[in-house]
């Protein structure tokens, strides 16, 4: 089994639909991430929650929101969805204890925003 | 704005022949990791290399680091058709990732 799962894989919706993307992860680790990816750049920080108590913007936080239901568990919610929100969204994790922090991605979650 | 800029940003190259990969960033670093993309999937760790290496090799990968010019590279010898995907470098500025732009690697059989 998957270690960072990520629900749904694929989504299209219309603008002004409330969306939720789900993260679970078994690595038992305290980190989580949510990204975006658009075609031809790299990954952008959306949210980022270092234990279940603890939540910090990233660096294209507005449009989205976030929850963090219990260790395993990140969600990413997009309150009235835009067409420019289409992107590849990813979750992650990694351990924290320290500063290398290699982190462990989900499978993706590909959203079309009509 | 992107810590991290990979040059170049697309490579094709046939099996067999090297690859090379760099990455350039703006601010002091902990440490510089290289991950790996497949196309529309999700990165995979290759490598992390400290601040205070200059050289690491893993299998057939070899990663420099200058930290005096802000620069890494990433080395793949006798490169593999199956190496065919996205090369990103992440700096860590602060307490979080930040990825640079990518390299697209294609390998010709």
Redesign the interface.
Known sequence: DAD?TQTPRNRITKTGKRIMLECSQTKGHDRM?W?RQDP??????IY?S?DVKDINK?EISDGYSVSRQAQAKFSLSLESAIPNQTA?Y?C?TSRGTD??????????T?LTVL | SQQGEEDPQALSIQEGENATMNCSYKTSINNLQWYRQNSGRGLVHLILIRSNEREKHSGRLRVTLDTSKKSSSLLITASRAADTASYFCATDPTDKLIFGTGTRLQVFP
């Open positions: 960072v991430y990204y031809g750049l790299g990954l952008r920080l980022y270092f990233g590849l990813f992650a500063s290398y922090n290699e982190q462990f991605f989900g499978p993706g590909r």
